[in-house]
Structure formats: C-alpha cells, structure tokens
C-alpha cells in the first residue's frame, strides 16, 4: 500500500524555521519523484518544489527560492523540506506527493500519491 504521511507542521513567527518530513511506504524514492505541494486559505493549491532522486533535478518556485531545501533520504525513504526565513505568505497546509517527473523548470508532474498534509501556519 502507498502511503505518504508528513510531519514536522507547527505556528511560528516570522523569521523562523521550520523541517518537514514525508515518511514514503509502498515504493521506493527512485521510482518517483516527490515534490512538495502547499495550499493557503482560500487560493488553490500550488506546487513549489520537488526532486527526482534518480535524475538529479530539483526544482524550486522563485517564491521560496533561497530560503527552502528538497533533501531526501533514500535510506529512510523519507523526503524533507528546510523551510527558513519563514513568512506569512507562507502559512497553507503543506503536502507532499509523488508523481512521474520533477521538471528543473516547471516543477512536478500532476501528483498521482499525496498525503493528508501538515499545517504551517506563520505569524508576523
């Protein structure tokens, strides 16, 4: 069974830091990529960020470029997001999802495999 559970959501200040995790079951990192997907109060849900393990491609929105970094653990099978001078803007439920491509310049493939997502929430 595919299962992607993420973890690591909270309230903080801005400014602040925060790690999400993606705990990946079912498969292995190699056989998908993982892009990391968010979803703020009354917008649409818009993918930001993602990696292909066995490519060697992440890919980054410019509105968190710099300041957010896709790491993954094959070991673990686990996919993590270091989330740094956090701001309001970013406040949404975060999930994480697997899907066929990470593209270096347009992000992640429609997400075939999601988690229930993991809320952030940053205060000014």
């Known amino acids: 069974e595919v299962q992607l559970v993420e973890s690591g959501g909270g309230s903080l200040q801005a400014g602040g830091s925060l790690r999400l995790s993606c705990a990946v079951s079912?498969?292995?990192?190699?056989?998908?990529?993982l892009g990391w997907f968010r979803q703020a109060p009354g917008k649409e849900r818009e993918a930001f960020s993602c990696l292909s393990s066995k490519d060697g491609i992440t890919y980054y929105k410019n509105s968190v470029k710099g300041r957010f970094t896709i790491s993954s653990d094959n070991a673990k099978n686990a996919v993590y997001l270091q989330m740094n001078n956090l701001k309001p803007e970013d406040t949404a439920v975060y999930y994480c999802a697997a899907s066929w491509d990470c593209y270096s310049d347009h992000g992640p493939s429609p997400g075939l495999y999601w988690g229930k997502g993991t809320l952030v929430t940053v205060s000014p």
């Open positions: 079912g498969f292995a990192l190699d056989d998908f990529a």
